[in-house]
């Protein structure tokens, strides 16, 4: 009885490491599992640059409603223009010669620029297709001195974080040899920034929401086409997607709340000292597949 009495102490301390190792290997596993199934964190992702076509509209007054669009759109004959086979491979040849030579410019003069160009290149942008034909875009021309400043102390505000805390040491480090950072001084000197904003919803006359299908897609194919037409008119800029940017900028500009900002765009002329890197292109073999 005695020498069980001694061994009371052992026989819990025993059950107690058991228990404690069951515990963690329990504990290790339910871990495990749940690193694999969430999604790796991407802090640097911004909300504004998520496409909400998927998410569905708050359903006003309990039901779905007809959106107020047109039942019956009128067709027209249409009749497009037509050209021999050497003047489709001329004309294609000249206008990828002319996009071939578009280049991000980081370095833009004050010169200024007709501002019935910039009127032009948007109406052409505002050519693009898009779902439903909804036409999900806002292209917000700024040239006052004052809000372009405000603007870059915003965007370089952000950046500095970005650079440092959010986007993490590949991206940091791929962007390196591009000479880019969180200074953006074209972002004073430019003569014109354009922010293409996507309406995630629209608004019928009565105030209901309306669906803007593919907004995001819609209005990354109106900005290539608007980048084409600047380079037509021989204006340069940079693309630039402000980061945790878009609330503070939406905000300034006194943009609605169904207003995401997508892009943001300094346009003008190059500084005559300006540089590029001296990247190339991958070759056709490399981007095509013919089946």
């Known amino acids: 009885m005695a020498l069980f009495s001694s061994l009371t102490p052992v026989f819990i301390a025993i059950i107690c490491v058991l228990i404690g190792v069951i515990m963690k290997k329990t504990n290790g596993e339910k871990e495990k599992h749940d690193t694999k199934s969430k999604h790796p964190s991407r802090p640097w992702v911004d909300e504004d640059l998520k496409d909400g076509t998927d998410h569905p509209l708050e359903e006003e007054e309990g039901e779905e409603e007809w959106q107020g669009l047109e039942e019956n ?3 027209v004959p249409f009749t497009g223009e037509r050209y021999s ?5 001329k004309r294609s040849q000249t ?15 004050d010169e200024p620029v007709p501002r019935e160009v910039i009127d ?44 440092k805390k959010r986007m993490g040491d590949r991206w940091v480090n791929d962007l390196k040899r591009l000479r880019t950072n969180w200074i953006k001084e074209y972002l004073d000197t430019a003569p ?16 209901k929401k309306k669906t803007h299908y593919y907004n995001e897609i819609s209005v990354s194919i109106a900005c290539g086409i608007l980048l084409a037409a600047l380079q ?11 980061l945790n940017c878009g609330p503070q900028l939406r905000v300034l500009l006194q943009r609605p709340a169904n207003e995401k900002l997508l892009l943001l765009l300094p346009v003008g002329y190059p500084k005559k000292d300006a540089t590029v890197p001296a990247l190339t292109r991958k070759p056709l073999e490399d981007i095509m597949v013919v089946m």
């Open 95 to 109: 206008f990828y010669e002319l996009l071939n030579k578009r280049r991000s410019v980081r370095f833009l003069s």
């Open 232 to 242: 037509n008119a021989g204006l340069y800029t940079v693309t630039s997607t402000p």
């Open 73 to 75: 759109v009128d067709h």
């Open 192 to 207: 014109y920034l354009i922010l293409i904003f996507k309406q995630v919803y629209g608004r019928l006359p009565n105030g």
């Open 120 to 163: 032009n290149v948007i109406r052409t942008a505002g050519t693009s297709p898009s779902g439903a034909h909804t036409e999900p875009w806002t292209f917000v021309v700024v040239q006052d001195p004052y809000l372009k400043h405000k603007i870059r102390e915003i965007v370089e505000e952000e950046e500095e974080i970005n650079y």
């Open 85 to 89: 086979e050497g003047e489709m491979i």
